[in-house]
Every structure is written in structure tokens, then in C-alpha cells.
């Protein structure tokens, strides 16, 4: 239970309801307890910190103001919607956040009635907001809806997608915060964001007004003028004007740590019609010292001591596989000044930031913009470069229409790094890597690459990267590799597996890192075990003398079952007229709630002893 001696105004506040029954007076105290609550529930669960300690007042004003649930409230991606979960019948439970059966990373429908929009990936509350804002206009309800976007958030195609469409259609009951606080995950990069910087370092230093108010304070007349020339030059500077010519009423942008002139301005737009736009400046990770000064870092944290300023030093571990692939590019680029790596906005969690200061004329972050990315890597690929795209599995999504249209139609040697692939954990749903073997293997000229350990995956990125005659992907899952030995780089031979244990009757074909699982369930089972290394093109001829050596073949992968590398081995089989058992093990068809990974691959049946017990349950049958 929550201490009231520590939080006399949070206790209180279980719902909206009680929030709206302060004072506006007390809404500053409330806002310092919510975020030492944050604070201290944060640092002993673990998960995001920096952006929710930079939404507590703008949080509390919306939730003040209006009318919640009844009111729409939509926060993009949902990194920042931890004071919204403790001000939302949540608070008791927020130690769970993340965990097995415990409450979600992100806003989450099934959750709380106050989540109208399950995210986790951004850019998409103002094209969802503007449906909303829509479906209340057609029915005559005054609902209001209001979205929360950051400044990261507002660079991709989509966000900018629906503005356009906003300020055609002009709903009348829809307000855009752009949360401004110079970040996404990473530093924001882009033209958009150099205009919200040179506005706002405008408004900062207050562009003419802050050393004229006390000159003519006393003069009312003249105070009157100057406040409204003031409202007026800063509509007019970019990018107030670009928003206000999208069909917007642009307002800002103000001080996103003041609540009290927060909710003053929020109880104003309310009563507003047509579309507005709220420009709020922010500081992410505010309140909290070694947030405010590095925000990446503190982005994410593991559980720490709020008291010593400083998180736990990582101890001297396994190599990621996404430090093996930073590595790998360093590594790369010494001799290939034609290497170009891509990002969209990942660059810390693809492992690339020591690449990007080693070789920045090679680097390229794109911004929160996959589809554009994709296709600046076809432009580099039609000129001769060799442009490698680094993508987490669950956002490739995002460019599929590219990777089909702008690369493998056209044969472009661009290569895709697919981190994150498999089962991610923690974030849940929306971030599970189970879908990209089977929406890539339906690609003419792809090629895709399943490494299963950490040398696997240096040799495969190589070997990816010197293939010319289309495109090429591999995926990796998140986390650490198992210890091995990284040998030299050589090139693999395209499409061939290798036999790694040799076993009787039962041959388990494994696609990427759960093959160490499969190898300790064939020690109890005397079967044997292949490394496919590649879901396609698949090793047809070692499928065939396998499937003629042996009674029953057992597919395994980290990728949903529908579609995936096994299903492939059943319809070359079902080709060549080769009837025989089959078992597909993988991800089912369901989507795969958080978890540790470790827990999840185990309730999956994916460990050694559920791949023993899947096999038993097959022969039985």
C-alpha cells in the first residue's frame, strides 16, 4: 500500500475523479509526489523512467481538465504513460509493470477502460485520435479527444499523413500536444526538429518580450500590446506557421512543467472548435538529476538506487548480438568506404553508436521513418553503394510495401540486420519479433539467414553483405550470444545447412538460436539435430536425405509457425512428393503477452524439455 505519510495528496488519488476534486492550487504538490512515486516504483521494478519523469504535469493537467474515460486520451508509443497508470486506478500494482502477468509496458485496452488505444509502436495517436474525433462528430457527442506526440514521434510519414487530413476534414473536437523535448529514444535528428529547436530556443530566450516587460510593466495599455504582439510573432515564426497552414490553431509553444498554467491553457482549448495544436516544451527525464542530463541512458533502466545518482555497472558479460553486429560493421568499414549503415532512430539499441562516431559520413539515422529508410537504401543500392539496413524485427513491419516494391522487385543488393527477432520479452505484443521469416520468405529474391550463435551471426552478416545478386536479411534475437569463439570472417555457402549431432528415427532441423535447446533434447532422445542456417533458400537436398534417413522430422524456430521456416520445409516435401510425420515447433498463433524471455520460451515449449515433451505427445498420438 502506498505510504500517506510520503505522498499525503497521491494516497488520495485513486481515479480522475479525485484528481478533479483538488484544488488547482495543490496540483504542483501532487505533481512532485507523483513523480518521487515514479521515482521510487520505477527504480525497484525496472522499465522506462526518463520519459515518464517528463510528462508528470502535463499528465496531471489533462486528466484535471478533461473528462476521462468519457474524454479520449492518446498517448503515442506509450513510453511516457506511467503517471498515467498511476493516476489511473493503477498506482497499487505499478511494481508489476513489465512483468509476467503484471501490468503492460504500454497503454493497453484490456487493461484499464482509460486506455482507449493499445500501443507501442509511434506516430500512429493523431491517425487514430482523428477517427475518434470523427466517430463523436457523426454521432453529435461532445467528446473531446486529445493526443500526446512527441517531437521524435511527429517525423514519421504517417503522423504527417494524418495532420494533412485533420486540417482537410477540421473535426471539431480534437487537440495535438507535440511534447517537446528534443528526444525520442536517441537524439531527434531532422529538418523539423532543427525548426522546433529554433523556436523554441526562441521562446526560451524570449525573443524580444523578456527584456521589454519590465520596462513597461506598469503601463497596462501598453502591456495589453505587448502581450498580443507577443501571441502573435510567435504563431507566425516556424513551425507554428507550418502547423497552422496544415488547418491547425496552433497554440505555444509554453512551458510543459507548469501546471498550473497547463491546466489554464488546456480548460481554454477545450472550449475551442475545429482542430488545435499545443506546443509544450518538456525536459525528458525532469525532476531527476542524472535523467535530465542523459536521457538515453536513462530512457530504460534496470533496478537501482534512487539515492546513489547512477545505475548499476553492468557486469562484464557475453557479447550482445547487437554489440556483435556494431562490431561487425566497425570491422566492415575499415576496407569498404561504400558500406552505408541505416537507422530509424535506433542507434544505441541496434548497437551501432561507437560505428556512428567512428565512421559518421557512413552512418545515416534517419529518424522514427522505416519506410523511408528502406528506400534511401535502394537510392544508395542503384548508385553502388552497399547500404545495410538495421531494423528491430517488429518495426521491419512498418516497410514492408518497400521491401517488396523498392528492393526486391528490382534485385538491389541492400541488406537488412533484423534485430530483436524472436521473442523479445518484456515489451510484450507489440514487440515480439514472430513475423518476419514468414512475411520475408513469401519475397521472390530474398534471402534470409538464421544464425545460431554469435559467430554465426558475424560470419552470416558478412556473408549477407558480399552477396550481390538481391537482397539479403539476417535476424538475430535480443540479448546476449552463448560464449563461442568468433572465428575469422569467410563467406558462407548460400542456402546450405550443416549437421551438428548425428541421432537415430527423429531429426530436429533448427532455424537460429533456440538450436542449443534442441541439441540437449536429442541427448535424450538420440536424435539428430541440423543447423538449416538459412530459412531461405532452404537446403533441399540435405532436407531430402535427412527426411529419407529418418521417421519423423521436428522444425524449430523462433518465428510463428504459420508461414515460417518449417512450414517451408513442408511445402518443398509436399513438392517432392515426400509423405512423412512432421512436427512445426515455433510461435503459436496467438500474440505473446511480456515475460522475461527466459519464462516465455519455457511456457511456449520452445526449452529442451518442452521440445522432449512436444515430440512424445506427436509419437503418442
Not at 52 to 77: R, S
Not at 273 to 301: M, R, S
Not at 344 to 356: K, L, Q, V, Y
Request: charged share 20%.
Amino acid at each position: 500500500m502506498i505510504d500517506i505519510t510520503k505522498y499525503p495528496t497521491l494516497a488520495f488519488i485513486e481515479t480522475p475523479n479525485d484528481l478533479r476534486l483538488l484544488s488547482k492550487e495543490n496540483l504542483p504538490k501532487l505533481c512532485d509526489e507523483l513523480r518521487l512515486f515514479l521515482l521510487n516504483s520505477v527504480s525497484q521494478s525496472g522499465g522506462h523512467f526518463a520519459s515518464g519523469l517528463g510528462v508528470i504535469e502535463i499528465t496531471v493537467a489533462l486528466h484535471y481538465i478533461y473528462k476521462t474515460p468519457f474524454d479520449n486520451l492518446i498517448w503515442d508509443v506509450g513510453h511516457q504513460a506511467y503517471p498515467h497508470k498511476i493516476l489511473t486506478g493503477r498506482r497499487d500494482n505499478i511494481e508489476t509493470i513489465r512483468k509476467k502477468n503484471g501490468l503492460h509496458s504500454f497503454p493497453w485496452r484490456d487493461e484499464s477502460e482509460y486506455d482507449i488505444l493499445s500501443v507501442g509502436h509511434s506516430s500512429t495517436s493523431i491517425s487514430v485520435s482523428l477517427g475518434m474525433a470523427v466517430a463523436a462528430q457523426r454521432e453529435n457527442i461532445n467528446r473531446k479527444t486529445v493526443c500526446v506526440i512527441g517531437d521524435g514521434a511527429i517525423t514519421a510519414g504517417i503522423a504527417f499523413e494524418a495532420m494533412n487530413h485533420t486540417g482537410a476534414i477540421a473535426p471539431k473536437n480534437m487537440l495535438v500536444i507535440l511534447n517537446d523535448n528534443d528526444m525520442s529514444i536517441s537524439k531527434n535528428i531532422g529538418a523539423l526538429n532543427k525548426n522546433l529547436n529554433n523556436l523554441s530556443s526562441k521562446y526560451k530566450h524570449g525573443i524580444f518580450f523578456k527584456n521589454k516587460k519590465k520596462m513597461f510593466y506598469n503601463i497596462s495599455s501598453i502591456k495589453k500590446i505587448q502581450k498580443k504582439t507577443e501571441h502573435e510573432i510567435i504563431r507566425v515564426i516556424p513551425p507554428g506557421i507550418f502547423f497552422k497552414e496544415l488547418g491547425f490553431n496552433y497554440i505555444g509553444p509554453i512551458n510543459g512543467h507548469d501546471v498550473i498554467k497547463l491546466t489554464q491553457e488546456l480548460k481554454n482549448i477545450r472550449n475551442l472548435n475545429g482542430p488545435q495544436f499545443l506546443h509544450i516544451l518538456t525536459k525528458k527525464g525532469c525532476g531527476y538529476k542524472p535523467a535530465e542530463k542523459d536521457p538515453i541512458t536513462w530512457h530504460f533502466v534496470p533496478t537501482f538506487n534512487p539515492n546513489e545518482y547512477s545505475l548499476p555497472k553492468a557486469k562484464k558479460t557475453i557479447p550482445t548480438f547487437s554489440k556483435i553486429f556494431g562490431d561487425w560493421l566497425c570491422e566492415e568499414a575499415k576496407n569498404d568506404n561504400k558500406l552505408i549503415a541505416i537507422t530509424p532512430a535506433m542507434c544505441e539499441g541496434s548497437g551501432m553508436t561507437f560505428f556512428s562516431k567512428k565512421y559518421p559520413k557512413q552512418y545515416f539515422d534517419v529518424a522514427i521513418a522505416e519506410q523511408h529508410a528502406v528506400t534511401f537504401a535502394a537510392g544508395l543500392a542503384i548508385k553502388g553503394y552497399n547500404p545495410i539496413a538495421a531494423i528491430y524485427s517488429t518495426f521491419l513491419q512498418r516497410s514492408y510495401d518497400q521491401i517488396i516494391h523498392d528492393i526486391a522487385i528490382q534485385k538491389l543488393p541492400v541488406m537488412f540486420a533484423i534485430d530483436r527477432a524472436g521473442i523479445v520479452g518484456a515489451d510484450g505484443q507489440t514487440h515480439q519479433g514472430s513475423f518476419d521469416i514468414s512475411f520475408l520468405r513469401c519475397i521472390p529474391t530474398m534471402i534470409i539467414m538464421t544464425p545460431s550463435d554469435e559467430n554465426e551471426c558475424r560470419l552470416m552478416l558478412h556473408t549477407a553483405y558480399h552477396y550481390k545478386d538481391g537482397p539479403t536479411a539476417v535476424r538475430y534475437p535480443r540479448g546476449p550470444g552463448i560464449g563461442v569463439k568468433l572465428q575469422p570472417l569467410k563467406q558462407l555457402p548460400i542456402g546450405k545447412g550443416i549437421t551438428r549431432r548425428y541421432g537415430k528415427k527423429i531429426a530436429i532441423l533448427c532455424f537460429g538460436t533456440l538450436l542449443n535447446n534442441a541439441l540437449e533434447a536429442a541427448t535424450k532422445i538420440n536424435a539428430t539435430v541440423v543447423d538449416m542456417r538459412f530459412a531461405k533458400p532452404l537446403d533441399t537436398l540435405l532436407i531430402l536425405e535427412i527426411a529419407n534417413t529418418h521417421e519423423l522430422l521436428v522444425t524449430l524456430e523462433e518465428n510463428s509457425i504459420i508461414g515460417g521456416a518449417g512450414s517451408g520445409v513442408n511445402e518443398f516435401l509436399l513438392q517432392e512428393k515426400k509423405i512423412l510425420p512432421i512436427l512445426n515447433l515455433g510461435l503459436p498463433d496467438f500474440f505473446i503477452s511480456q515475460g522475461t524471455q527466459k519464462e516465455l520460451i519455457t511456457e511456449l515449449g520452445l526449452d529442451f524439455n518442452g521440445i522432449i515433451n512436444s515430440i512424445n505427445k506427436y509419437i503418442e498420438k
